[in-house]
């Protein structure tokens, strides 16, 4: 079974978050670099299912800056083979650009299964997974929660409006996975220390400026405090009175 | 619902460190915020260890993680080690006392003084969790004073005849197998001290915790009694002889302890600039009133210090340089300030501060221990002073 | 002369609400670059409510038909609109960016080789270029972008751009397409509770966190919920969707779901930054809370200080009697 998953490496979610002095990127200086956290659920995934399989490569593979060969190790050491840097000083905001990037260097590699986290916690684009899925033609299933996978097929199970749809595909297929797929294992010590010694390739890509341009960068406007209407149970009918008759939501 | 811990790195201490040791300590930090912190307050007021941590701290790799890798241990440098102490200690004492002991206490012992059998035999099962043990040290008369004990072991045609007590023994209840160490020769020989590997269901020991206690509830702390105990032969760790056996084991949990204290300080201080910029009085957040922010201040200002202390102290112990008097250094001066920290931590949170809700008084608590064990304050202060003047003043 | 196309969802037959906004923004987005709105619906058979969409501004409603459009098929659905985009010329297109939509867009997008503006909260028209702004680091930071590519693919926020009526023609046209099978096949939909509306779509939410104290306790959110006669859904936060109490489908907040509903009423939740990250686009926000300190009051529009255990079942005979 040969499994390739797809990471970034963003800004802790719990960073605060400043904008640079440009208006055009946000300050990463003091700010701490993890692993996509939707990302470590496809990580998981693909250790489990090379687990179940009993054979198989693990392959983690991320576009990003040199420093993002940390991420990788973090994948190497939850348990993965080997890593693939495609090093690029700049992430372009066309999430378009970093498939095509990725989709070239998934091509020739034979994959039964290339797994991505549904989303990045920085950019929100959400569509580099099913893009890529795209420029490599094959099957594609976003937000799983729940992956069972025979000889040659999958089932998986994906969140939807109102309920939770069940699909089959086909393998080789590109998957996306939503937070409650797993519960990603923590690196154990051995693993950092055996992540180390893991083949870790770093290739320079050129990518393309793309088609989205930025602009600029704003801290949306800060939402004021409103009123406290009262306390307790008695202050229900003057809140009543003014979401009809004020905030006219009801 | 509390954030995740962002740590407290005032003078970038990251930088210093390699990536792997960043690694652990990160992995480290992020089990304990997701399955210590959520539980280790009603584990504290009920008195009891979350015994259902050990097969996860197993798994990480947290047991001997500084031992080799061919005893199954993760084979880490000194600093990770310290790296793990602390965030395990960020935790709550009395679950990095458990680690403490069996990595510190019972594999050091084993790795440094057994025999090839003996390791192993004993190892691979002591880091996979399999086999808790504990270290007999202490007993009820004898505390500062070790070289006093006067637990025997007499030798026997087929193996040693142990009688005594032991008291104040982390993992004493749960261990399988206790480290007890005991004078082969007469009391006033010291260097008749050795080590024995007793498992702890052999006939004549007993094990039970001590009650009442204000302090690492969440650990189980034990009196051991040993009344006619038959061990083969073997059971001896060959390598041990004398005091300086015994104390070589504190001297690792000590510098296992020195970065711990540093994690509670860090575990209470960060609850304390949490709580100062919400909590409001008087129409704005405390952390606006100037005798907050010196108490935060000088907090981060000590914190600072004894992270730096330990970095260097635990690269010293990589080159093989770092002495027993600096790791005393250390312990002394870390655990104090880690007590600070605490005291005034629990005082910033006001009435809050009581409750076993928040961190700092089940640390301050906790601390208290931590300051009397693997030698008091005082004890490493005369160490020190011996140290500096070439003269005893310890009795 | 721009052409801009709007692809609306349909579910069941029936047209979603959210295409009216899709519709509305592409009108705007036509009018800024002067030209003409046709509204895309792809279903099995004619879909129901389709007529309505000339009046929020599409000169032309389009529906093609194919069995293969009765169930979700984004494989489908994007080669489907991929080739009418390229076939009928349009510069600018539009989606939705709800659950399907966030799948379907950036197929389109890469089948067209152009770049993608995901969740979009605003969009006008400069010069000939689309720009658009989106929310990105959990909504802490909006980045405005100009899309240079060919055509310019924005799936827009849903409950962000209210649907405002400029009429025009409307002209419906439909035709049956032939749609290569997809690889993908929809087993089965199981379906959520009955009577469940989804977080992300209600117009009124109400969400329970750690406050509640236990799971069973949501039973009084619940009945809030209904006081409000099926237009509220019930939500949580993150601390009791990790303790297992909800699911995570209803979880609102930075790791679950981006809501904007009309009215947010956060029960027993204290207002930690992640929950606040998936709610503070909501019109209004209410927060009951016994702790008067509580970062939601500095959020909310109106709090409550007390026991929700009381406060709550009097806010739903309250309610109860507004809607009757």
Redesign the interface.
């Known amino acids: 079974m040969k499994i390739a998953v797809c990471v970034k490496r963003v800004p802790?979610t719990?960073?605060r978050v400043k904008i640079g002095a440009g208006g055009k990127a946000v300050d990463e200086a003091g700010v701490?670099f993890v692993l996509n956290p939707y990302d470590e659920f496809a990580v998981e995934e693909a250790l489990r299912r090379k687990e179940q399989a009993g054979t198989g490569e693990v392959v983690i593979v991320c576009l990003g800056p040199a420093a993002a060969q940390?991420t990788i190790?973090?994948a190497l050491?939850m348990g993965a083979d080997r890593g693939v840097l495609l090093q690029a000083d700049a992430i372009p905001a066309d999430g378009f650009e970093v498939a095509k990037a990725l989709a070239a260097e998934l091509r020739p590699g034979g994959y039964d299964l290339i797994l991505f986290g549904k989303m990045a916690v920085d950019d929100y684009n959400q569509q580099v997974g099913p893009m890529v899925a795209e420029l490599l033609d094959l099957p594609c299933v976003t937000s799983i929660v729940h992956l069972d996978l025979t000889a040659g097929a999958g089932v998986a199970e994906r969140e939807i409006e109102g309920g939770v749809e069940v699909v089959e595909f086909p393998l080789p297929a590109v998957l996306t996975a939503e937070k409650g797929l797993n519960e990603p294992r923590?690196?154990?010590?051995?693993g950092?220390?055996a992540?180390?010694k893991k083949p870790l390739e770093t290739k320079p890509v050129a990518l393309g400026a793309g088609g989205v341009e930025v602009v600029a960068l704003t801290t949306p406007a800060e939402r004021t405090a409103g009123k406290i209407v009262g306390e307790g149970a008695a202050a229900v009918p003057e809140l009543v009175r003014l979401l009809r008759e004020e905030a006219k939501v009801i | 619902?509390a954030?995740?811990f962002?740590?407290v790195d005032f003078y970038d201490m990251d930088g210093l460190l390699m990536?792997?040791e960043r690694?652990?300590r990160d992995?480290v930090r992020?089990?304990v915020d997701e399955r210590v912190l959520p539980i280790i307050g009603d584990c504290y007021v009920a008195g009891r260890f979350p015994k259902e941590l050990v097969p996860q701290m197993a798994?990480?790799?947290?047991f001997g993680?500084n031992l080799p890798?061919e005893y199954g241990c993760?084979?880490?440098g000194n600093v990770?080690y310290g790296l793990?102490m602390q965030e395990l200690e960020r935790g709550d004492s009395g679950v990095r006392s458990f680690a403490s002991v069996q990595g510190g206490l019972v594999m050091y012992p084993v790795y440094a003084f057994g025999s090839d059998a003996q390791k192993r035999s004993w190892l691979p099962r002591m880091a996979s969790g399999e086999v808790i043990g504990c270290f007999g040290l202490t007993e009820p008369d004898f505390g500062s004073n070790p070289a006093g004990l006067i637990t025997t072991a007499r030798e026997t045609k087929d193996g040693w005849v142990l009688n005594g007590a032991k008291m104040w023994i982390t993992n004493g209840s749960t261990a399988q197998v206790a480290i007890i160490w005991a004078k082969t020769g007469p009391p006033e020989d010291v260097a008749s001290i050795r080590g024995f590997l007793v498992p702890t269901d052999t006939s004549g020991f007993s094990a039970k915790d001590q009650q009442g206690k204000l302090s690492l509830r969440a650990s189980d702390t034990s009196e051991l009694v040993l009344q006619d105990v038959h061990v083969p032969k073997d059971a001896v760790l060959p390598g041990s002889q004398g005091l300086k056996s015994p104390l070589l084991c504190l001297t690792q949990a000590r510098y296992g302890i020195a970065w711990g204290a540093v994690g509670a300080a860090m575990a209470c201080y960060d609850e304390a600039v949490h709580y100062a910029k919400?909590?409001?009085m008087f129409g704005r957040p405390i952390g606006g009133f100037q005798l907050q922010q010196a108490r935060l201040a000088d907090m981060l200002t000590e914190i600072t210090k004894a992270q730096l202390l330990c970095l260097q102290l635990g690269r010293l112990k990589d080159k093989g340089a770092a002495t027993p008097q600096q790791v005393s250094l250390a312990k002394r001066n870390n655990v104090d300030m880690a007590t600070d920290v605490a005291r005034e931590t629990r005082r910033l949170l006001g009435a809050n501060g009581i409750l076993a809700e928040y961190q700092a008084m089940r640390h301050l608590a906790n601390l208290e221990s931590v300051y009397t064990y693997e030698g008091t304050h005082d004890v490493h202060t005369l160490i020190l002073g011996q140290e500096i003047t070439g003269l005893s003043a310890f009795a | 002369m721009s052409r801009v196309l709007a692809v609306c969802e349909q579910r069941d037959g029936v047209l979603r609400k959210v295409s009216h906004e899709v519709v509305t923004a592409a009108r705007r987005l036509a009018d800024a670059l002067g030209g003409e709105v046709d509204a895309l619906v792809l279903g099995a058979a004619a879909v129901r409510g389709t007529d309505v969409l000339g009046r929020y501004g599409a000169d032309r409603v389009v529906t093609l038909t194919s069995a293969a459009f009765r169930r979700s098929a984004p494989e489908e659905c994007a080669g489907t609109i991929a080739g009418r985009v390229q076939s009928g010329g349009y510069d600018t297109v539009l989606l939705a960016a709800s659950a399907t939509g966030k799948d379907l867009a950036p197929r389109v997008a890469a089948k067209l080789g152009v770049a993608l503006a995901q969740d979009v909260t605003d969009a006008t028209a400069e010069s000939g270029v689309v720009t658009a702004v989106r929310p990105i680091y959990a909504g802490k930071v909006l980045l405005k972008v100009r899309l240079t590519a060919r055509p310019a693919i924005l799936a827009i926020r849903p409950s962000v751009f209210t649907p405002v009526e400029r009429p025009r023609a409307g002209a419906a046209e439909t035709a049956a397409v032939d749609v290569a099978a997809g690889r993908v096949v929809v087993r089965e939909v199981k379906a959520a509770a009955a009577g469940t509306l989804d977080v992300g779509e209600a117009s009124i939410v109400v969400s329970g966190g750690?406050g509640l104290k236990e799971p069973a306790n949501f039973k009084l959110l619940e009945e809030l919920a209904a006081a409000f006669g099926g237009v509220a859904a019930v939500g949580a936060?993150?601390?009791v969707v990790d303790a297992g109490w909800r699911p995570h489908a209803d979880q609102v907040g930075q790791t679950g779901k981006t809501v904007s509903p009309t009215l947010y009423i956060a029960v027993g939740i204290?207002g930690?930054?992640q929950h606040l990250a998936g709610m503070r686009t909501s019109k209004v926000i209410v927060a009951i809370n016994k702790d008067k300190?509580a970062?939601i009051f500095k959020l909310a529009d109106y709090g409550i200080v007390g026991d929700l255990f009381e406060v709550v079942p009097k806010l739903a005979a309250e309610i109860k009697k507004v809607y009757g």
Do not use: C, H, N, Y
């Open positions: 802790d719990e960073a701490k940390e190790r973090t050491a923590f690196p154990a010590l051995k950092i220390m992540a180390k | 619902m954030p995740r962002q740590g990536e792997e690694a652990v992995t992020a089990w798994e990480l790799g947290l993680a890798e993760a084979g880490l990770a793990i919400a909590r409001v | 750690r936060s993150r601390a204290s930690a930054v300190d970062p």
